[in-house]
């Protein structure tokens, strides 16, 4: 139940915890195939696009790849990626110093990630996961970033 509220960034849920079961709480919620990212997979599929996931080789292993139009998405966590301004966003009032190293570190690598693939020829769009509840805005955004889908084609 607390990994479910966590997820929509009810952290002061868990502030009870310590710093060292608070991390296993949350390292369960950042494994792969997440929620997000499948929403948008189940968005752009029903949209006609084909697309490849986690491709290995690349910066960042991004968390969706067209090949032919050489476009990768990434699917970021507000909390774990620090979405700034975001409510998602908040860290907890305990261990702050902790939590501001831990995210200041992943968006450092983020933009690294998209520092190299732009180098590399790929145009890269990152969508929030505060940007899911919104399907019609979020299709506007995908469909605007990718062009129109053809279908048999990725
Ligand atoms: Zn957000």
Redesign the pocket.
């Known amino acids: 139940m607390f990994v479910i509220r966590l997820t929509v960034g009810g952290l002061n849920v868990v502030d009870r915890f310590s710093a060292e079961k608070r991390s296993w709480l949350m390292s369960r919620v950042r494994r792969k195939d997440t929620t997000p990212e499948l929403a948008v997979r189940r968005l752009l599929f029903g949209l006609g696009y084909r697309y490849r996931v986690h491709r290995k080789g690349l910066p960042g292993t991004p968390d969706i790849v067209f090949l032919k139009r050489k476009k990768a998405v990434f699917v970021h966590g507000?909390f774990w990626h620090g979405?700034s301004g975001?409510k998602?966003?908040t860290r907890p009032k305990s261990s702050i110093a902790f939590w501001t190293k831990k995210i200041s570190g992943n968006q450092a690598r983020d933009s690294n990630n998209v520092t190299q693939l732009s180098q590399q020829g790929w145009t890269v769009l990152i969508v929030?996961?505060?940007e899911i509840q919104d399907e019609l805005l979020l299709r506007e955004k995908l469909v605007r970033f990718l062009g129109p889908p053809r279908v048999a084609s990725n």
């Open positions: 507000c979405h975001c998602l966003a929030w996961q505060c």
